[in-house]
Every structure is written in C-alpha cells, then in structure tokens.
C-alpha cells in the first residue's frame, strides 16, 4: 500500500468514525433532556444532559473500534496493509537488540524467558542476528546479586557470553525511559533495531524473525507495536482478565488498527524500533517546575509514538502477529496500583496535548488516553448530578406556574419510558462488543480452543458479571487517582506484582471501606428523598458492598485452579500451548527445583566463591572510586560487616560495598577465617 494511499485511507475511516461518535452522543443526549422531569433546576438539567453526551461519545468510541475489528477479522484478511503488502525476504546483516528493563523482577522468569527465545532463534537459525540485554534499575542488593547470578548461571548453561549482557544503573534516574536512553547512549550505534520488553514478556522467533523482515521491507515504519496475549494466570481474577484480553482484545485491536493505520499507538513493550530515529527523534522532555503534573513522563510510550510521527516515520498496531506474551496483575489490589500510576501518567499528556507539530491523530490518542481515567469522574458526575435532580425535586415544592399564571398548572412529568430506553441504549452499546467476540469465535469454528461452546457461552456471561460487579469500584478508585493527581500528589515508582498475593479479610475490608460506606450512605440518601429512585442505584451499591468478599475471592489460586478445572475462561494457550509457553513453564521449575533463591542475596557475594567471583568480575579496577562519595570509610565498612553480619550496613552501604572491587575479594577471603563467634553472623555453619 502507497503511503498516499494509508493516508488518505486513515482520514476517510477517521471521519466515518467521528460521525459515527457524535451523532448517537447528539441523539442520547436529546433523549436524556426529554427523559429528565419537568419541570426541573435548568443548570442541573443543563450539566446532566452535557455529561451523558460525553459519556455516550466515549463509549461509543469502543463500540464503534469493537465493530470495525469484528468486520475486518470476520473478512480473515490482514488487519495492517503493511503486512499485506511485505514481500517475503532474507533477513539481512543488521543486529536487532532485545532489550528487558527490569526493576525488581524475578530474575527467574526473566532468565526463563530468555532462555526460551535463544534457543527458539537459535533452532530457527537466525541467532546471530540477535543479543540480549538485561538492564537493571533494581536498588536492592539482594534483587541486585540475584539478578547477576541469574545472569551468570543463563550464560553459562547456554554458552552465550557475549550474547547476553547484564548492566545495572547506578542511578536510575527517569525510570525505565532513562533506562533505555542509557542503554542507547552505550550501545545504540551497534543496532539497527531495538525489540523493548517487559520482565514477564515473552515472544517467539517466527514473532522476532516476522518484526525484522517488516522493518526491513519497510524503510519509512519507525515502530511496529504487536498484540500481546496474556498468558501463565492462575489467580480467579488473572484467569478472567486473561481470557477477556484473548476473547475481545484481539477484536479491539484490530479496530483501532482498522481506523489508526500508519499513526498507531506504542505500549512501551513487545515492539520494535527502529533505533537511529528513535535516539533522533523521541527523547523525552521532563515536565519542568512544581506545576501541575510535573516531572518525568510516567506515560512514555505513547509520547514516543507520537514524537517518531512528527518526524514522519509511520507507527503500526500489527494485531495479525502471533507469538507475543505478557502477564498481567494478578489480583485487583495490585491492578489499581498500576492504574494508579498511570493514570498520573495520561494526565501528564495534557500538559503536551498542543505540543509543537503533533500530528492531530496522536492528540486525539492523548485525549482517548486521559478519558480512559476522567471517563470514571463522569459517569461518578452524572450518578451525582441525577442524585441532585432527585434532591431538587424531593426538596423543592413544585413551580406549577413557570411562565406566570396561567389557566392551566404545569404538572411534574418523569418520561420513565426514554429512561429505560435509554438504559438499555447503554446497555447495548457496552455489551454487545462482548457477544461480537463469542460470535466471531463461533464463526470461525474455534469454540473449542476456548474450552467448548457451552463453556464459552458460561466464562463469557461470568466476565460480564464480573466486570459490572467491578465496574463501579474501578468508577470510585479511578475518580480518587485523577482528583488527587490534579491536587497535586505524586506517584511512586515500586515494584510492579506480577505473582499472586494472599490478602487477609480485615486488610481487603480496610482498603474498601470507603467504597462501602459510600454506598450505603448514597443509598440512604436517595430512599429519604424518594425510594423509587432507589431500583436504579441498587446495582451500583449491591456491587461497592460485595467488593471485599468479590476480592478475596478473585485473589485466590484455588479458585482459578478450579475454573481451570472446569474448563471456565480457557485459552488457546492452555488448552493447546505454543511450544514456546511450555518451554518458559519447564524454565521455571527447572529454576525452582535447583533451588535459585536460597543461594543468592547480598550474603552470598561474601561467602558463595561462584557468586563472589561473579560479582567482582563485573567490576571495573576503578568501581572503588564511586564508594568515596559516602562519608564511612572502607575500613569501618569491613570493621562493621565483620563484627555484626550482613545487616550491619543499610541498603545504600550494601551497594556501596557491592561496587567495591577490592572490598568484596578482601572481605570473602576473611569472613571464611573469622573466629567462631562472629562466624555466626553469616551463618557459615549452614554451609
């Protein structure tokens, strides 16, 4: 396809999806205004009918995307012209660089993944075209030591040194984005291409190999971003996200891939770039001063993605590409606290949203991604404005005369028909995109790769409880992260979860208290103004005061082990797993069964002489320099380790010492003399 061609192609689909959006919002909102009674408060009038607009363009923005990726795929043709139209070619000689930025991972399932995707290049023939990088941000010693054993014992077992790196940041100073600029400062010039993935990522060669050749065949295309699957859930809630994603995902991305085209969006992982106009073109500015929003963008990726578009290379979604994974949270306690970073993350792209030379397409993008957040305070507004309406009306005695007297009185009048067909507008519109994917899945005959017909059917109409039940506890946490964000507070950076974590009743209850109280008070409220409103709150406040029982229940393992068992939210991936996934699962126990993390931690840089030899190998001769900038000297630093054990020296001294050549040698030749009584503080009688 002609660049001309995509573009004009993109505008022509852009302005049926805009017309699309806006004409049902115009037409809800008409129905809203006769459904509200009469006569009412015209500024609360005013403000609801204008809060269920916005809220009817946004959702119809995912209907209408859930649509088009529902057309295209049914056709069975290729979602993205640009592999449609690639040629079938060699791959040439330039080197593609696989890039991991980790920060306090599982160096276990980062080593498994890696060692998958080597063997599987290396099988498939093209090995030599690829490396590997693990770039570090972790600032825990003991995160630290095990990552570079891990990375050691990999590059050992696979013979790959000079094939696989490992470099830790000594400051990881803009998070992951700072991360990879210092990967690129170093290494950049050696690579035409940059795969970037997350430490649960996971893709197969023929994935890689079919990045390359796109790339190549493709000179003007700066980043193809594929579709990742979700995959190794075992939690009840991790097994239903995994099974939307894979169920309606693909659908959704083939629509925004459908009316996007060339001007698509980044998520920051399991894609390629083109390396040389990214190091051009995408360093990130950080948000200067105390305003609103500042500091380094938490949200990079789409930011990147419309940088490289301003310099006028083209950005893909390829939803077609199979063979990428990720994880995903695994309870709903650790997918608020990313949602709560990024949240902050979108709202910063307000502050860039009339940014020099933008393309128009990608300020749309900033803006679908700030309403993924805001949309939550208006629905949150429009619960509170029809709960103002019924105040006013309950409150305020009836104008029976609005325009002055009259022979006839006006009579308060409640269009309770356009109310439910209004509601069951909505209805339609959020739920039909759901029976799409069961209809298209039915069509091409891959019921049975879900687990069967009437499995699917049941694991479809359970996501869709699920989701309702905790659509309005999502609706309250989301409202809270933006209201805050704009106050001004600040999101940490931690470590993301990526295992399952048990949580007690009382820590569940805690944490959703408010949610709770909430809705018994909204309730309270609306049965003392008029009780027969309160039908129409019933389900938001059912699904705030079931929230803890509904979370302790999705936690757990044994739940979703039991789905499992039932054949309920099955995946292609677990009922008939790639080569690949069963590659990663025997990785990791192999990992497991060698007993990985006993051996390793800031204790074992000492006593261990593998991973004492490790460690200081990785050090310069001049890595003693960087100790001089901490007031303790090397002498008090062994005087303390020697006297009272590894936590004798907070986690900065750790490190400090870590990067000390001489110190770490010196110190493992006399902890292994020490006299018996301080031998007990490393425990050498363990050994």
């Known amino acids: 396809m002609r660049t001309i061609d995509w573009h004009r192609k993109a505008w022509r689909r852009r302005a049926a999806l805009g017309l699309l959006v806006l004409l049902p919002a115009w037409v809800a909102s008409s129905y809203m205004a006769g459904a509200l009674p009469t006569p009412g408060n015209p500024w609360l009038d005013d403000a609801t009918v204008l809060v269920f607009g916005i809220l009817t363009a946004w959702i119809a923005v995912g209907f209408w995307t859930a649509v088009f990726g529902f057309g295209v795929l049914l056709r069975q043709r290729h979602v993205t012209p640009l592999i449609e139209d690639a040629p079938t070619s060699q791959l040439s000689t330039s080197k593609t660089a696989l890039i991991f930025p980790i920060f306090k991972e599982s160096p276990e399932r980062i080593a498994g993944a890696i060692e998958v995707m080597y063997r599987d290049l290396d099988k498939s023939g093209q090995l030599d075209g690829f490396e590997f990088y693990i770039l570090s941000d972790s600032d825990d010693p003991n995160a630290y030591i095990r990552e570079q054993w891990a990375w050691a014992e990999l590059t050992r077992t696979l013979s790959a040194f000079g094939q696989i790196h490992y470099r830790r940041r000594r400051s990881n100073i803009k998070r992951k984005t700072g991360n990879i600029a210092d990967f690129l400062r170093r290494w950049g010039y050696r690579y035409e291409y940059m795969v970037v993935l997350d430490a649960d990522s996971l893709m197969s060669a023929d994935c890689l190999l079919h990045l390359v050749r796109l790339m190549q065949s493709n000179p003007k295309a700066g980043i193809i971003q594929t579709v990742p699957g979700i995959i190794l859930q075992q939690t009840l809630f991790g097994r239903i996200q995994q099974f939307s994603n894979r169920l309606f995902g693909l659908m959704y991305a083939a629509g925004l891939s459908f009316w996007q085209l060339g001007d698509g969006y980044y998520w920051g992982h399991n894609a390629i770039i083109r390396v040389a106009p990214f190091v051009e073109h995408c360093q990130l500015p950080r948000l200067r001063g105390r305003a609103l929003l500042a500091g380094d963008i938490l949200s990079h990726d789409f930011v990147e993605a419309a940088l490289m578009r301003r310099a006028g290379w083209s950005v893909w979604l390829a939803p077609e590409l199979s063979g990428s994974w990720e994880e995903t949270p695994p309870t709903l306690v650790d997918e608020l606290k990313r949602d709560r970073r990024w949240c902050f993350g979108n709202l910063q792209h307000l502050r860039l949203l009339f940014a020099k030379g933008l393309l128009g397409t990608h300020r749309l993008m900033f803006v679908n991604g700030v309403m993924a957040y805001v949309a939550s305070v208006f629905w949150l507004l429009y619960l509170l404005l029809g709960t103002a309406v019924i105040a006013w009306h309950a409150l305020v005695p009836p104008n029976y005369f609005p325009h002055g007297h009259g022979l006839f009185p006006v009579w308060p009048i409640w269009h309770e028909h356009l ?269």
């Open 419 to 687: 109310a439910v067909l209004i509601l069951a507008t909505s209805a339609v519109i959020l739920l039909l995109p759901k029976f799409l994917g069961l209809v298209l899945v039915i069509l091409q005959r891959r019921t049975a790769l879900f687990g069967g017909w009437g499995h699917l059917a049941a694991s479809v109409m359970l996501e869709i409880i699920y989701s309702m039940v905790l659509a309005p506890v999502r609706m309250l946490f989301h409202s809270w992260y933006v209201i805050t964000s704009l106050l001004g507070h600040r999101v940490g950076w931690g470590r993301q979860q990526r295992s399952s974590d048990h949580r007690h009743w009382v820590q569940t209850a805690r944490m959703h208290a408010w949610c709770a109280l909430i809705a018994v008070s909204w309730s309270a409220l609306i049965a003392a103004l008029d009780p027969s409103y309160l039908v129409w709150l019933l389900p938001i406040v059912i699904a705030l005061i079931l929230i803890t029982p509904v979370t302790i229940l999705t936690n757990s393992t044994k739940a979703g082990l039991w789905t499992r068992d039932a054949h309920l939210f099955q995946t292609p991936e677990e009922t008939h797993p790639p080569e690949e996934i069963r590659a990663l699962g025997r990785a990791l126990g192999e990992r497991v069964t060698a007993g990985f993390r006993a051996r390793t931690g800031f204790r074992a840089a000492f006593i261990d002489p593998y991973v004492n030899a490790v460690a200081v190998a990785r050090l310069s001769a001049t890595a003693r320099r960087y100790n001089r900038e901490i007031d303790l000297t090397r002498s008090l630093y062994a005087a303390r380790l020697l006297a009272r054990g590894p936590q004798a020296l907070d986690r900065g001294e750790q490190l400090a010492v870590l990067n000390d050549r001489e110190l770490l040698t010196e110190l493992h030749n006399r902890i292994w003399t020490l006299p018996e009584d301080l031998a007990r503080n490393w425990n050498l009688n363990d050994e």
